[in-house]
T-cell receptor, first 114, second 115 residues
Framework: DTGVSQNPRHKITKRGQNVTFRCDPISEHNRLYWYRQTLGQGPEFLTYFQNEAQLEKSRLLSDRFSAERPKGSFSTLEIQRTEQGDSAMYLC????????????FGSGTRLTVV | QKEVEQDPGPLSVPEGAIVSLNCTYSNSAFQYFMWYRQYSRKGPELLMYTYSSGNKEDGRFTAQVDKSSKYISLFIRDSQPSDSATYLCAMSTNAGGTSYGKLTFGQGTILTVHP
């Protein structure tokens, strides 16, 4: 297993378009997290899955954002009607229940909305 | 006021220097304290993890937690150019087990170690 994989690495989109990102966690990890990181800031929590269940969503996650984790494997994060303020690095991380604090992060998807 | 405050720097030191990085926090429920390192265009990677107050050492890295002052530190001894990165403190009210350990990060300190 090569770690947490995120695709695409970069995405440039026009304002108003929809975008979807994919995260493939470490295979034995049942917990999956999405964070958002803007320039000069630390990552901010967006949402959390345990297996296929989405157990918490941050207030940062507006109605334009939706995340899924079908069958408890990979996860997708969709942003509808993108805005310039959505430009950020979107980070996915995974962990097992034995290492709840020891996240493994992916390299992120950098979104630029023009 | 943010729950976790971290001096963003940037911090520039010569090779071999001792580096001190710090965070303060306001939420007394935080029990688990972590330091992550993030290289450019990469995701954060876990460096150190501590629980409650005290010191923890791992090679050239020492993490300190003072819960009474709500203050944590990371010291890097004999700093190397390869240590140049952004250092993020992170905290959690729980570490997993019955819950999931959502992390609250500081804004990161940019460190450059020059030869």
């Amino acid at each position: 297993d090569t770690g947490v994989s995120q695709n695409p690495r970069h995405k440039i989109t026009k304002r108003g378009q929809n975008v979807t990102f994919r995260c493939d966690p470490i295979s034995e990890h049942n917990r999956l997290y999405w964070y958002r990181q803007t320039l000069g800031q630390g990552p901010e929590f967006l949402t959390y899955f345990q297996n296929e269940a989405q157990l918490e969503k941050s207030r940062l996650l507006s109605d334009r954002f939706s995340a899924e984790r079908p069958k408890g494997s990979f996860s997708t994060l969709e942003i509808q009607r993108t805005e310039q303020g959505d430009s950020a690095m979107y980070l996915c991380a995974s962990s097992s229940h034995r290492e709840g604090y020891g996240y493994t992060f992916g390299s992120g998807t950098r979104l630029t909305v023009v | 006021q943010k729950e976790v405050e971290q001096d963003p720097g940037p911090l520039s030191v010569p090779e071999g220097a001792i580096v001190s990085l710090n965070c303060t926090y306001s939420n007394s429920a935080f029990q688990y304290f972590m330091w992550y390192r993030q290289y450019s265009r990469k995701g954060p990677e876990l460096l150190m993890y501590t629980y409650s107050s005290g010191n923890k050492e791992d090679g050239r890295f020492t993490a300190q937690v003072d819960k009474s002052s709500k203050y944590i530190s990371l010291f890097i001894r004999d700093s190397q150019p390869s240590d140049s990165a952004t250092y993020l403190c992170a905290m959690s009210t729980n570490a997993g087990g019955t819950s999931y350990g959502k992390l609250t990060f500081g804004q990161g300190t940019i460190l450059t170690v020059h030869p």
